[in-house]
């Protein structure tokens, strides 16, 4: 390579035509970036795309459209890495039929608070979980010989003052943790590129940590691919010494550092000269180890929408969660003559997340209700609702029955539907975005009080939750049955349907906490979240401005750690989640690093649950940690054995430069879910130290 040949692949930009200055190749494909290929060489041009829910609709600059999956936590919460895969693959597979060959995807923040604006695009608040998980989305969207990002490396646990919030904790706690579920994703996903993150970490910036970058990823896990950074998340030249390998929409940055400037460094700086060469070797054996070159992706606009969409629908069927059945209410009896289908446009659509993950049918949003404002950014800021509406589904599958519809919007006349009504619907929704985080657990728009009314006036009353994070149920004792949908994607009105009326049995569980209240969690409050203006890019207000949000509370003990840790009781534990039939689990055996016990459907009909398996003392100290799962399926009357292996850096501490597991008693028991735990098992293990 020549020294200008080399600077070509460390840099690229936005490639959509919001930004003043931008001018978008004509090789590009409109989306999230652009990285100019080398043509003497073979080197294909980079074209990416936000894609870790599909591949992102970008406001519909491309005319086009996408299939949605379930949001993040939706596909957690089936607890299925074959639900991950096939969705990752089927991303992966309508992002080449666009011509796009790196998917900024595999989003694996822990969910430190469950307030996070992000918290619906991400998975869940376990380590292992999210490895496993995040690991096998990745492998399906690298299934088309394209790269996957895993993102936000690392700690990313707020949207408020997302640039600058310093993300205080100490090594083991981080090895732990957060970290620790970055680890796993690679280990099993080996996704070509990482994505740094835009807050500070112990004082250093994602994308400029030596620590974070150099030590951790690329000595310690021996990384091979490479480090882009997020977009505008590049504070300076320095950052390519400490372990980023390409500045990404490099317009937001203060500057082109990976440029003209990186290739005078380079030329009188043996340091950033051993480190350009680095740089480019990461990148392009990536682009090699994919076939980026040999089979590139092209334009062509063959996408079976129906088998897609097929994905996605399974996705939100098994991401749905049962919270609340009182008296068998559901599944819905074939015998209701009057149906009042209640909030939500749910006449219309289901909700989606919102920001750079933001994906949309073709044709586009059912309902986009924007929220104003001004700046760039402000085009990011609309509600909106994919084109599935529950309402048609439900009238679908009761077809012998009068539905009808009221809005929500004047709770005397939702009261009155519901009086004369053999059951009724209440579909609630509470929006989240990139960039915004959530006050408190409430329901917008005064829901909860429509919700109280209508199940007073009828005590039948299902409630269908579209959410992003957890939220309070001050209504909950008056309610038949709850369901939490999430954002359920581009098949979730049909999802929601069948799992309403038996059509699916719901097989969901939570992939995180839901608190009883914000009392509850390691900060009442997300830090800074009352004290800043809102600012979806996360720039501090002035260059001083400083931001602490100290992770050393709760350490590693993240969600269900935390709370097994203080004794809290939650609303809704973490792996919750009922059917509409039984499971024992039972005959527990533990031998070194694995497993084995039984699964029984106890009840009358075909269903699936999540075997669960957790430590829960070490050497006579409580401690929890989930050690293992599967996610069984089984027809009424079967039994399962189930075999689980334990990774033993869920039980070790991290101590002294590597991991540690001390000798002593291990006690693991099966849970229904992180609360409900079975007999416990103990076994001894011996000393053992290791390196990574």
Request: one cysteine or more; a neutral charge; charged letters at 15%.
């Given at each position: 390579?020549?020294?200008?040949?080399?600077?070509?692949?460390?840099?690229?930009?936005?490639?959509?035509?919001?930004?003043?200055?931008?001018?978008?190749?004509?090789?590009?494909?409109?989306?999230?970036?652009?990285?100019?290929?080398?043509?003497?060489?073979?080197?294909?041009?980079?074209?990416?795309?936000?894609?870790?829910?599909?591949?992102?609709?970008?406001?519909?600059?491309?005319?086009?459209?996408?299939?949605?999956?379930?949001?993040?936590?939706?596909?957690?919460?089936?607890?299925?890495?074959?639900?991950?895969?096939?969705g990752?693959?089927?991303?992966?597979?309508?992002?080449?039929?666009?011509?796009?060959?790196?998917?900024?995807?595999?989003?694996?923040?822990?969910?430190?608070?469950p307030?996070?604006?992000?918290?619906?695009?991400?998975?869940?608040?376990?380590?292992?979980?999210?490895?496993?998980l995040?690991?096998?989305?990745?492998?399906?969207?690298?299934?088309?010989?394209?790269?996957?990002?895993i993102?936000?490396?690392?700690?990313?646990?707020?949207?408020?003052?997302?640039?600058?919030?310093?993300?205080?904790?100490?090594?083991?706690?981080?090895?732990?943790?957060?970290?620790?579920?970055?680890?796993?994703?690679?280990?099993?996903?080996?996704?070509?590129?990482?994505m740094?993150?835009?807050?500070?970490?112990?004082?250093?910036h994602?994308?400029?940590?030596?620590?974070?970058?150099?030590?951790?990823?690329?000595?310690?896990?021996?990384?091979?691919?490479?480090?882009?950074?997020?977009?505008?998340?590049?504070p300076?030249?320095?950052?390519?010494?400490n372990?980023?390998?390409?500045?990404s929409?490099?317009q937001?940055?203060?500057?082109?550092?990976?440029?003209?400037?990186?290739?005078?460094?380079?030329?009188?700086?043996?340091?950033?000269?051993?480190?350009?060469?680095?740089?480019?070797?990461?990148?392009?054996?990536?682009?090699?180890?994919y076939?980026?070159?040999?089979?590139?992706a092209?334009?062509?606009?063959?996408?079976?929408?129906?088998?897609?969409?097929?994905?996605?629908?399974?996705?939100?069927?098994?991401?749905?969660?049962?919270?609340?059945?009182?008296?068998?209410?559901?599944?819905?009896?074939?015998?209701?003559?009057?149906?009042?289908?209640?909030?939500?446009?749910?006449?219309?659509?289901?909700?989606?997340?919102?920001?750079?993950?933001?994906?949309?049918?073709?044709?586009?949003?059912?309902?986009?209700?924007?929220?104003?404002?001004?700046?760039?950014?402000?085009?990011?800021?609309?509600?909106?609702?994919?084109?599935?509406?529950?309402?048609?589904?439900?009238?679908?599958?009761?077809?012998?029955?009068?539905?009808?519809?009221?809005?929500?919007?004047?709770?005397?006349?939702?009261?009155?539907?519901?009086?004369?009504?053999?059951?009724?619907?209440?579909?609630?929704?509470k929006?989240?975005?990139?960039?915004?985080?959530?006050?408190?657990?409430?329901?917008?728009?005064?829901?909860?009080?429509?919700?109280?009314?209508?199940?007073?006036?009828?005590?039948?009353?299902?409630?269908?939750?579209?959410?992003?994070?957890?939220?309070?149920?001050?209504?909950?004792?008056?309610?038949?049955?709850?369901?939490e949908?999430?954002f359920?994607?581009?098949?979730g009105?049909?999802?929601?349907?069948?799992?309403?009326?038996?059509?699916?049995?719901p097989?969901?569980?939570?992939?995180?906490?839901?608190?009883?209240?914000?009392?509850?969690l390691?900060?009442?409050?997300?830090?800074?979240?009352?004290d800043?203006?809102?600012?979806?890019?996360?720039?501090?207000?002035?260059?001083?401005?400083?931001?602490?949000?100290?992770?050393?509370?709760?350490?590693?003990?993240?969600?269900?750690?935390?709370?097994?840790?203080?004794?809290?009781?939650?609303?809704?534990?973490?792996?919750?989640?009922?059917?509409?039939?039984?499971?024992a689990?039972?005959?527990?055996?533990?031998?070194?690093?694995?497993?084995?016990?039984?699964?029984?459907?106890?009840?009358?009909?075909?269903?699936?649950?999540?075997?669960?398996?957790?430590?829960?003392?070490?050497?006579?100290?409580?401690?929890?940690r989930?050690?293992g799962?599967?996610?069984?399926?089984?027809?009424?009357?079967?039994?399962?054995?189930?075999?689980?292996?334990?990774?033993?850096?869920?039980?070790?501490?991290?101590?002294?430069?590597?991991?540690?597991?001390?000798?002593?008693?291990?006690t693991?028991?099966?849970?229904?879910?992180?609360?409900?735990?079975?007999?416990?098992?103990?076994?001894?293990?011996?000393?053992?130290?290791w390196?990574?």
């Open positions: 390579m020549s020294a200008d040949e080399r600077v070509v692949l460390t840099h690229g930009i936005i490639a959509v035509p919001f930004v003043p200055g931008i001018v978008v190749p004509a090789d590009a494909v409109l989306g999230a970036g652009y990285v100019p290929g080398i043509a003497r060489l073979g080197v294909p041009a980079l074209r990416e795309s936000d894609a870790s829910l599909g591949v992102a609709y970008v406001m519909g600059i491309r005319k086009d459209g996408s299939t949605p999956l379930p949001s993040g936590l939706a596909q957690a919460a089936s607890w299925n890495p074959d639900i991950l895969f096939k990752g693959a089927m991303i992966g597979s309508e992002a080449r039929a666009k011509g796009f060959n790196v998917l900024l995807a595999g989003g694996a923040n822990l969910t430190r608070d307030r996070n604006g992000r918290t619906f695009e991400y998975l869940s608040e376990d380590p292992l979980l999210t490895g496993v995040v690991g096998s989305a990745i492998r399906g969207i690298q299934s088309n010989d394209i790269i996957s990002t993102k936000h490396f690392a700690l990313n646990g707020q949207e408020t003052g997302r640039k600058f919030v310093n993300s205080v904790i100490s090594e083991s706690a981080a090895r732990e943790s957060d970290l620790l579920a970055f680890q796993i994703g690679i280990e099993q996903g080996q996704p070509g590129s990482v740094c993150s835009y807050n500070v970490v112990n004082g250093a994602g994308c400029d940590s030596d620590w974070l970058l150099n030590k951790v990823l690329k000595r310690d896990w021996r990384y091979k691919g490479f480090v882009m950074s997020d977009w505008g998340a590049v300076s030249l320095d950052a390519a010494l372990g980023l390998d390409q500045q929409g490099e937001l940055d203060p500057k082109v550092f990976f440029a003209k400037d990186l290739q005078a460094k380079a030329a009188s700086d043996p340091a950033y000269a051993a480190k350009l060469v680095d740089m480019n070797t990461r990148i392009l054996s990536q682009i090699f180890k076939h980026l070159d040999t089979n590139p092209k334009p062509s606009g063959a996408i079976d929408f129906a088998a897609n969409g097929a994905v996605a629908l399974a996705a939100a069927e098994q991401g749905i969660v049962l919270l609340r059945n009182q008296n068998g209410a559901l599944p819905l009896a074939a015998s209701a003559k009057r149906i009042a289908v209640i909030g939500g446009f749910a006449n219309s659509g289901v909700m989606s997340g919102a920001g750079s993950s933001q994906v949309q049918l073709p044709g586009g949003p059912a309902v986009s209700i924007p929220l104003g404002g001004d700046g760039p950014f402000a085009a990011f800021m609309q509600i909106q609702y994919h084109a599935s509406a529950p309402l048609k589904a439900i009238k679908a599958l009761a077809p012998e029955a009068q539905v009808i519809y009221r809005d929500g919007s004047t709770i005397a006349d939702a009261v009155a539907q519901a009086k004369t009504s053999d059951v009724a619907i209440v579909f609630a929704t929006w989240s975005t990139e960039g915004q985080d959530s006050a408190d657990f409430s329901l917008p728009n005064g829901q909860d009080a429509l919700i109280a009314a209508v199940a007073e006036a009828n005590p039948n009353t299902i409630v269908v939750l579209e959410t992003g994070n957890p939220v309070d149920m001050p209504w909950l004792g008056k309610t038949a049955a709850v369901i949908a999430w359920p994607g581009g098949r009105g049909e999802a929601i349907a069948n799992v309403l009326f038996g059509k699916v049995n097989s969901g569980h939570l992939p995180i906490t839901f608190p009883a209240s914000a009392a509850q390691p900060r009442s409050v997300i830090d800074g979240y009352f800043l203006e809102p600012n979806f890019a996360g720039d501090p207000p002035t260059p001083d401005t400083k931001l602490d949000a100290n992770y050393n509370i709760e350490g590693s003990d993240v969600g269900y750690r935390w709370f097994a840790r203080n004794l809290h009781k939650a609303l809704f534990p973490f792996g919750f989640g009922l059917s509409y039939t039984t499971f689990s039972s005959g527990l055996k533990v031998s070194g690093m694995s497993a084995s016990f039984t699964v029984q459907n106890t009840g009358s009909r075909q269903g699936a649950t999540v075997g669960q398996v957790y430590l829960v003392s070490r050497a006579g100290a409580p401690k929890q989930l050690a799962f599967a996610r069984v399926d089984l027809q009424p009357g079967a039994s399962q054995t189930v075999k689980v292996t334990f990774d033993p850096r869920i039980l070790a501490d991290w101590k002294d430069g590597g991991w540690s597991l001390p000798a002593g008693a291990y693991f028991a099966l849970g229904d879910d992180a609360e409900h735990l079975g007999t416990p098992v103990t076994v001894r293990m011996a000393a053992r130290s390196k990574d």
